[in-house]
């Protein structure tokens, strides 16, 4: 991926569609890896809170 710099110069230089699926596939499947958990809804709980941190991130890179 890009780093946060490249990114901005990007948006400076004209660059208006930027994608961060595969981003938020990695937050996504790290949870599901990673949860020792053994009920479903919490593995499920922990990988959409992952998920919605990284989108958080992105919007706030974004629009500055």
């Given amino acids: 991926g890009l780093s946060e710099e490249?990114?901005?110069r990007a948006i400076n230089l004209g660059v208006c569609?930027?994608?961060i699926d595969t981003k938020?596939?990695?937050a996504?499947?790290?949870a599901l890896k990673t949860e020792e958990?053994?009920?479903y809804r919490d593995i499920l709980s922990k990988a959409m809170d992952d998920v919605e941190a990284v989108v958080e991130?992105?919007?706030t890179l974004l629009r500055n």
């Fill in 57 to 59: 991130e992105e919007i």
């Fill in 37 to 39: 958990s053994a009920d």
């Fill in 24 to 26: 938020i596939k990695k």
């Fill in 6 to 8: 490249d990114v901005r």
């Fill in 17 to 19: 569609k930027i994608n």
């Fill in 28 to 30: 996504f499947l790290h």
